[in-house]
């Protein structure tokens, strides 16, 4: 978990289409906020990105199926013999007015979402059983989650109850043009290695996707080119950054491997060139 005043300058983000204005807009009208899209896209990037131009702190938490309500909102702790109540992060965030992001939140067990339901209407609150307190959102605070809808059973698909009282903002992978924009300036390599990254990155998001469970986004193409910054051979690069962690299957690996050799240059364009 992070929480992180704005300060100093502003989270890298290229704007891909309108989620800025509409982000913007929702906050402003206290609606909570789902941002829908595959890993790596720059979801977490945007968020960091709205807060800093919001001016508000954000409280990041990374859902997993262990997270439990207590996790989010808060527990009593022991401390020297006594018992102390510890605010959670999303607690805290209700609390200091800050932009809460629930970071794939369908990995939170369904009870443990429920207790977002009054605080992501126009209630705006915040139920602690344990305190026998409800606390009304201070002002500024925002609910943004974000999930991967490819990616999920049907059974941790979010309810509707949930869904419906959000509004949702899709993400998808950035044009070529923007992306190689952004692996060039988030990696540090120059526009013919990032521009050769970002047709592989395509070609393969192209390709059937059996055995695959997700495809190459713009983290692994960064990824790739990081390495290469370092002196790897651009094939090398995308072999470790790119084909290992897409799959443990040799046979996918192997079908990825070909794609690299296919479309990247065995010699590296050299930085700078
Ligand atoms: P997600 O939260 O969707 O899994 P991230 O926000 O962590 O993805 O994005 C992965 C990386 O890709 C970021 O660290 C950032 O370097 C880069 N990135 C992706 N999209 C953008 C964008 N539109 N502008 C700037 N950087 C981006």
Known sequence: MTSSAPRGTRPYYVSVDDEEQVFKAAYRQNMSIVLKGPTG????????????????????????????????????LLRGGETEWADGPLTRAVREGAICYLDEVVEARQDTTVVLHPLADYRRQLPIERLGETLDAAPGFGLVVSYNPGYQSVLKDLKDSTRQRMVAIEFGFPSPDVEEKIVASEA??????????????????????????????????????????????????????????????????????????????????????
């Open 188 to 273: 540090g390599v120059n526009t013919d290695i990032a521009s050769a990254l970002v047709r592989l990155g395509q070609a393969i998001r192209r390709v059937e996707t059996a055995g695959l469970r997700e495809v190459a986004s713009t983290r692994v193409l960064i990824a790739s080119g990081r390495l290469i910054v370092e002196g790897l051979s651009m094939r090398t690069a995308a072999r470790v950054a790119i084909a290992g962690p897409l799959t443990d299957d040799a046979l996918v690996a192997g079908g990825l491997i070909e794609m690299i050799d296919a479309y990247l240059p065995d010699d590296n364009v050299r930085q700078g060139d």
């Open 41 to 76: 896209c720059g979801k977490t990037r945007f968020v960091e990105a709205m807060a800093y131009d919001l001016g508000r702190p954000l409280i990041t938490v990374s859902c997993h199926d262990d997270l439990t309500t207590a996790d989010l909102v808060g527990r009593y």
